[in-house]
């Protein structure tokens, strides 16, 4: 699993995904509690914007423009 590949995953929906919901398109399938661990932290790097819902047990999140552009350098730069 690679950053490219995670942000790969929300640019091609390009709207709100859970995380178990991104977790099953990996392969091979990693640690659930280390998936969304590291999904915060792309959110801290405002890599990804948390869904808005004050719903207790919804956890969504979709690209931002900032993880777009970084998407694009890890393509361009080969370091998938």
Known sequence: MT?????A???RSGKFLRPDDVCS???PIP???SFYSYLGRL?????LERHPTPRRGYLAYR???RGQARLE???????S
């Open 25 to 27: 398109l990996l392969r």
């Open 31 to 33: 640690d659930r509690r």
């Open 43 to 47: 959110q801290r790097q405002g890599l």
């Open 63 to 65: 690209l931002t423009t």
């Open 3 to 7: 950053k490219s590949q995670i942000l």
């Open 73 to 79: 350098y890890l393509r361009r730069s080969g370091k």
């Open 9 to 11: 995953i929300f640019s």
